[in-house]
């Protein structure tokens, strides 16, 4: 299957810094990322749909100035969460989608810890 | 809004025993995958279907799309502890977005 890698693996950072999470399609070309969180236990939580070239669609209850994305190619999508707080604490994990067949391929997810 | 019911949540089996987890909804779904995921790792696809009544089989593992292709199944033969994971059903309508199930958590014990 394809192959979807994101970095970093975990990181911990303080509270009010910004982390961004990278998320790449390494052998396939993703006009569409899917920004997923997930909490202990829990299935996913789609937040967005970033689309090459253009603004990413947020899901309800997810604030855009805070969890910035941005996919400027096509192997490539970010995820910045700004002034981060402990409460954004969460397992967030990519996606990209092979076009043919059209199935969602997961990156290994990034552990962020906000102290 | 378009759900996709998952069940059951939770399962704690011995080894060897079988088990079937269900997908439904009211949605006709142009493809269905499911995935496993074990933790602190991303899912990882087990398959596709695609089409209505399809049975797919993946080693001791067996998946069907519903005749109308609004639900699915998957069923685990003589279960190990190696099958331990959280399964997750993902359901796609023809658009961009994916539906994905609550989840079911699975344990098997040695």
């Known amino acids: 299957g394809a192959v979807v890698s994101q970095h970093p693996s975990w990181v911990i950072c303080k509270s009010g810094t910004s982390v961004k999470i990278e998320c790449r399609s390494l052998?396939?070309?993703?006009?569409?990322m899917f920004w997923y969180r997930q909490f202990p236990k829990q299935s996913l939580m789609l937040m967005a749909t970033?689309?090459?070239?253009?603004?990413?669609?947020?899901e309800q209850g997810v604030e855009k100035d805070k969890f910035l994305i941005n996919h400027a190619s096509l192997t490539l999508s970010t995820l910045t969460v700004t002034s981060a707080h402990p409460e954004d604490s969460s397992f967030y994990i990519c996606s990209a989608r092979d076009p043919s067949p059209p199935e969602q391929y997961f990156g290994p997810g990034t552990r962020l810890t906000v102290t | 809004t378009q759900l996709l019911e998952q069940s059951p949540q939770f399962l704690s089996i011995q080894e060897g025993e079988n088990l079937t987890v269900y997908c439904n909804s009211s949605s006709v779904f142009s493809s269905l995958q499911w995935y496993r995921q074990e933790p602190g790792e991303g899912p990882v696809l087990l398959v596709t279907v695609v089409t209505g009544g399809e049975v797919k089989k993946l080693k001791r593992l067996t998946f069907q799309f519903g005749d109308a292709r609004k639900d699915s199944s998957l069923h685990i033969t003589a279960a190990q502890p190696g099958d331990t994971g959280l399964y997750l059903c993902a359901g796609n309508t023809g658009g961009f977005k994916t539906i994905f199930g609550a989840g079911t958590r699975l344990f098997v014990k040695a």
């Open positions: 970033s689309n090459e070239g253009s603004k990413a669609t947020y």
């Open positions: 052998d396939f070309q993703a006009t569409t």
